[in-house]
């Protein structure tokens, strides 16, 4: 018994002893709280449904935000282009979601990313509404319910458009209140010009959409004289576009302070107020790991974008004849 | 630890062990009032980089107040904005200097990059002031401010360099001493514990020296007291506790050599396998070993001082304490089986030997049981008699008869209850009897090789052996038995006995009789038939009959194994292997179908095929009968032949009739080109149209496929147009429509229905639409319920006059479509007034 009594006595000195030097000893490394765990969702399958093609620059922005954000989660991550912004008929639509349709019944993913107006509208709205599907989409512009949406099944970003705020940037610049819109003619393209009137009372005085280049160069000199500043929303659906040609085009015949939302048209542009499409893809391929950790789409409230990027183009400029103000050439990315 | 190792007394060794602490105590002390100093040290190095870190952050406010005093000056242009902006430089300027004072140098090298900035950034605000002022293009302006906001920013990226060497410097000379003061404290706590956990070992290791040889001392102290001398303390130190246990061990030794230890006697009686009972004289039981408290399941204690009697099992009450008296009498009862009642009430057998215990004097003292538990070999001899029990009730359930025969006399030794049964003979009569006797019924073995013997093969090979014999039974009756013997061997190899199983196969000789009898009849029906038979497997050929080959020219053998299908014309090749692959895989196909094989010399003999799925050989096949209808087809085609030249004959009686009705319409046209009379003419005119409806009748005959009907809608049709022709005068205001079905008319119909045609056509257009006017002509036909025919002839034109009876006019035409429709065609006629005129006819068709 007394020999009992000693061992434990002893033990408890040394682990004491021990513990103590741990505590002292103890190396300073960072924790590394909130990393992901190598290869967590291993077996896990995303696939990713996109409206248009690779090499659209909105397209591969959000492919590159999924991809940073699952890269090294061990998800599989297959891609489907649909490819309706170059074939932009309904028939041709149609197909593409039936042919996406196939593609999920084989690949059998845990969680699909939709990526636009089409993928929703030709994919998930026809064949998944309320199904047992997780559905994350992306892109949708200004509003999921003219699809009916959000089904039970899909949580999302709603897609916005900076452009009041562009407005009011151009205004600073105008010598009139005479709002234009210039767009390829396109649903999406019809569908922003009537919500920056729904949304945001911005009344158009003239609205141009355009199918070919020609008809674009035509467009942008018949708003030089009818209205004070336009908006240049989209050339993503102008049949031959050239962006050398637009942009000599731009410099040799801009009079008055054009904008636009998209990066990819900031060369004809004096300045630009864009979305960063990789928001989109790194939120929505968030979004999935969150429902693959358990969590219900219902439960995933609908948001929009956040982030903007503000361009200005000082060729550009210098033909419209502004001093570009301080605080736009503190915070803008300059185009020379 | 040996003993020199301890040679201290236990006073001595607890004061050594405190004294080793102290000394280390002061050891730490020392080492830590070094280290305090150093400490200090670095704390005085600390003051001015704080100093330079509180300036750096003054620069920093002054910088962004510049900024947003430019970004003023651009908005509002005012001059004041333009004086703030100078006084921010001046400040900027004066806080780097102030800095430089204190810095070391590396901080003076950056700070000196710092002021070449702010100098440049003067140097542009003032050119960039200047063209504003100037009013230059917005170009250059834009250009020139993006560098001033540029350089503003690599200004801050400069500062935050050197404020971020600074601030790092101080946190290494914080870590310093933060790692300095942690030293010190692990090292006094590293102490503290050294000390605590010393002072508990010592204070362990003087309690164990003294308490554990004193409970040695205890337990061998017991131990001496159970009598067992055998113990000692081994002796680890040479103090006081050691000179005890050296005495203890030295007075053991000395009892062990004067007094013996009933150990020895315990550990016999425990180790001894067999089971020891010792009872008093009058039963009571005093000692029992392990070995007899293991089988029964009782503790020594539970038996001890009760009576030797509880340990048998009782079958006789009492029996056992007389058993008990004859011991004490006789002296000793050896190797007697008995039974042991254990505490679960099992009964143990036991081989029992007893003895009884005497002292010097011849008084008993007790007596002594010593048993073996024999419950194995009782199993064995048990297992052995159910063995024996079991091979008798499976030879009375085999159905076949078995008997065991002696090699040495082949005399039955043994048989089973079929033996008994199927030879008719009861047991006595059959034991002892040589086995030709009473199966053959003769007085002498076998005698191979013609009469074979598989007793005396077995004997010879020394295996299995079986031959078909025919037994007689008590009553003498044959039958048909199987026989199969086996050896029966000794422990040395060889045969003593040999089993003879005999099985009645008298059913199966009779059914293999009558199926060699029903072969030998089918095989005469199949190779003396009028028909090729063959059996086609695997698409090759398995059997052929002798018709088969004299119908393919081909030999028996030449024929078989050969595929089927190279036998077969090409032409029918495909539809022969489709038959036969679906046929197989269990599609209905025709079994009946004619096709054309190829003789062995080479022509070409039509047969008909009646197929069929059989099994053959334990495989689907195909069994085809065979039938050479080359003569039947010869016929057939003469058929064919002769019916050809009757329809040409036909077809060449109705031209000649259409040429000659023709001729005659044509005479009486040529006729009526010399009357002048226009109701003659039409007269004449009328019937030619009745002519040429006959005609036309045996024109469309003589065109079509079948001669006995004619398409009566073309017909019509073709009657109309010549009608037209002749009547209308004005294309175009009289229009004809046919709603006629697709249906053909036999010759005796259709004559008439086209005369009838002819006459209501005609009356139609000379009469309904007068003066040129317009109107519609239908002719309808169609199929109504019952074979009824329904032929409607309608106009609307000026209608049939009211008053008028078309049974009772003169018109020769009317009168002859009555006789028609009602004589000809058996049917009923009927006029419907209405709008114009419509004639509806009905009759039955042919069926």
């Known amino acids: ?336 | 630890m040996t003993q020199k190792s301890f040679k201290l007394s236990i006073g001595k060794k607890i004061l050594l062990g405190f004294s080793i602490l102290i000394f280390i105590y002061l050891g730490m002390a020392l080492r830590s009032y070094s280290d305090m100093n150093e400490i200090n040290s670095l704390a005085e190095q600390a003051v001015p980089l704080s100093y330079q870190i509180t300036s750096l952050q003054e620069f920093a406010v002054s910088l962004e107040s510049l900024d947003s005093d430019i970004d003023k000056f651009f908005t509002v242009n005012y001059k004041e904005n333009q004086e703030e902006v100078n006084k921010d430089f001046d400040n900027m300027h004066s806080i780097i200097r102030s800095i430089e004072n204190n810095a070391d140098s590396n901080s003076i090298a950056r700070l000196q990059e710092i002021e070449r900035i702010l100098s440049e950034i003067q140097i542009n605000f003032n050119y960039l002031a200047d063209l504003e002022q100037n009013n230059s293009n917005s170009r250059e302006i834009n250009e020139k401010r993006i560098l001033l906001y540029e350089l503003i920013n690599s200004q801050r990226q400069k500062h935050r360099e050197l404020l971020l060497e600074t601030t790092n410097k101080i946190q290494v000379n914080v870590l310093d001493q933060k790692k300095m003061i942690s030293g010190i404290m692990k090292e006094f706590l590293m102490l503290g514990i050294s000390i605590l956990v010393f002072g508990v070992l010592l204070s362990f290791i003087t309690s164990r020296s003294i308490s554990r040889p004193i409970g040695k001392l205890r337990a061998a102290t017991t131990e001496i007291g159970h009598g067992r001398f055998n113990v000692n303390i081994p002796i680890q130190s040479n103090d006081e506790i050691g000179q005890l246990a050296f005495a203890f061990n030295k007075m053991t030794q000395e009892l062990q050599k004067t007094t013996v230890s009933k150990d020895y006697v315990e550990n016999i009686i425990k180790s001894m396998f067999d089971m020891l009972v010792v009872a008093a004289p009058d039963g009571t039981i005093k000692i029992v070993n392990k070995a007899i408290c293991d089988l029964l399941g009782y503790r020594s204690e539970e038996l001890a001082g009760r009576s030797i009697d509880m340990l048998f099992y009782d079958d006789v009450p009492n029996s056992e304490r007389s058993f008990l008296n004859e011991l004490i009498k006789k002296g000793s009862i050896i190797n007697t089986e008995k039974n042991y009642l254990a505490k679960d009430g099992r009964k143990i057998p036991v081989l029992l030997s007893m003895s009884k215990m005497c002292d010097d004097e011849g008084n008993i003292l007790g007596v002594v049981c010593v048993a073996k538990d024999i419950t194995e070999r009782r199993r064995a001899e048990d297992l052995i008699n159910k063995s024996n029990e079991f091979a008798k009730t499976v030879l009375s359930s085999m159905k076949d008869a078995i008997s065991i025969i002696d090699v040495n006399n082949f005399r039955i030794i043994e048989v089973n209850s079929v033996f008994l049964k199927i030879y008719g003979m009861k047991k006595e009569e059959v034991i002892g009897k040589s086995c030709y006797e009473i199966t053959h019924k003769r007085a002498q073995p076998c005698i191979p090789p013609y009469d074979i013997c598989p007793l005396m093969d077995t004997l010879n090979s020394g295996e299995h052996s079986t031959a078909e014999h025919v037994h007689f039974m008590k009553d003498g009756e044959k039958r048909y038995v199987e026989v199969s013997t086996s050896p029966i061997m000794d422990d040395n190899g060889k045969i003593i006995h040999v089993i003879h199983v005999a099985r009645d196969i008298t059913d199966r000789k009779q059914a293999e009789e009558a199926r060699q009898i029903s072969e030998k009849k089918y095989s005469t029906l199949v190779e003396k038939g009028n028909d090729g038979i063959i059996i086609i497997q695997d698409g090759l050929l398995k059997f052929i009959n002798s018709k088969m080959a004299d119908i393919s020219g081909y030999t028996i053998k030449e024929a078989i194994g050969k595929p089927f299908f190279d036998f077969v014309f090409f032409e029918f090749k495909e539809l022969v292997i489709d038959n036969y692959k679906k046929r197989l895989s269990g599609y209905e196909v025709p079994n009946n179908y004619e096709i054309e094989i190829i003789s062995k010399d080479g022509k070409n003999i039509p047969v008909e095929i009646n197929a069929s799925v059989i099994d053959y050989e334990g495989k689907r096949a195909e069994m085809a009968i065979i039938r050479d209808i080359t003569d039947r087809k010869r016929a057939e085609d003469q058929i064919k032949l002769s019916l050809k030249e009757k329809e040409t004959l036909l077809k060449e009686i109705h031209h000649r009739v259409k040429n000659n009705m023709q001729i005659v319409s044509s005479l009486l046209d040529h006729q009526a080109q010399y009357i002048k009379d226009k109701n003659v003419i039409e007269i004449f005119t009328e019937s030619q149209n009745r002519i040429l409806s006959m005609s036309l009748v045996h024109e469309k005959l003589y065109q079509s496929k079948d001669l006995a009907k004619i398409d009566f809608y073309n017909y019509i049709n073709d009657l109309a147009a010549n009608l037209f022709q002749i009547y209308v005068v004005n294309p175009g205001k009289i229009t004809l429509t046919m709603n006629i079905e697709n249906i053909q008319l036999d010759i005796d119909l259709a004559i008439p229905c086209g005369l009838i045609a002819n006459e209501l056509v005609t009356n139609s257009l000379k009469y309904a639409f007068p003066a040129g006017t317009k109107g519609e002509i239908t002719i309808a036909f169609s199929k109504k319920e019952e074979n009824m025919l329904e032929f409607v002839i309608s106009d609307d034109g000026i209608g049939f006059p009211k008053d008028l009876d078309f049974r009772k006019t003169d018109s020769l035409g009317l009168h002859l479509v009555t006789i028609l429709a009602e004589n000809q065609l058996h049917g009923e006629i009927n006029l419907i007034r209405g709008k114009g005129t419509e004639f509806q006819i009905k009759f039955r068709g042919i069926k």
């Open chain 1, 1 to 336: 018994m007394e020999k009992k009594v000693m061992l434990v006595l002893l033990g408890v000195v040394l682990l004491t002893t021990f513990s103590g030097c741990a505590t002292i000893e103890s190396p300073t490394k960072d924790s590394k709280v909130g990393e992901t765990p190598t290869k967590m969702y291993e077996g896990k399958k995303i696939l990713y449904i996109d409206s248009y093609n690779a090499g659209y620059e909105w397209s591969d922005g959000v492919t590159k935000g999924i991809e940073n954000i699952l890269n090294g989660t061990g998800v599989e991550l297959k891609v489907f282009r649909m490819d309706t912004k170059i074939n932009n008929s309904g028939a041709f639509a149609e197909k593409a979601g039936l042919r996406a349709k196939s593609v999920i019944e084989e690949f059998r993913p845990d969680v699909v990313i939709a990526s636009d107006d089409n993928a929703f509208n030709y994919v998930i709205m026809p064949y998944y509404r309320d199904a047992d599907l997780p559905v994350v989409f992306c892109g949708i512009n200004w509003d999921v319910s003219i699809y009916g949406g959000p089904y039970k099944n899909t949580a999302g970003m709603i897609e916005v458009s900076l452009t009041s705020q562009l407005i009011s940037y151009l205004k600073e610049y105008s010598k009139g209140n005479r709002i234009g819109y210039l767009s390829a003619d396109t649903e999406t393209e019809r569908k922003n010009a009537l919500y920056y009137n729904k949304l945001f009372n911005i009344n158009f005085t003239k609205i141009y959409f355009v199918k070919t280049q020609d008809e674009w160069k035509e467009a942008f000199l018949k708003l030089q004289d009818e209205v004070d500043v336009f908006v240049f929303e989209n050339n993503a659906g102008i049949n031959n576009w050239s962006d050398s040609d637009a942009e000599a085009f731009a410099l040799n015949n801009t009079k008055i302070p054009v904008g636009t939302t998209n990066s990819w048209t900031m060369q004809s542009s004096f300045i630009g107020m864009t979305k960063i499409a990789d928001e989109q893809g790194e939120w929505s391929a968030q979004t999935a790991l969150r429902i693959l950790n358990g969590k219900r789409p219902s439960d995933i409230p609908i948001v929009t974008n956040k982030k903007g990027m503000l361009y200005v183009n000082l060729k550009i400029a210098d033909k419209v004849g502004a001093i570009v103000k301080p605080e736009l050439l503190k915070n803008a990315q300059i185009i020379r």
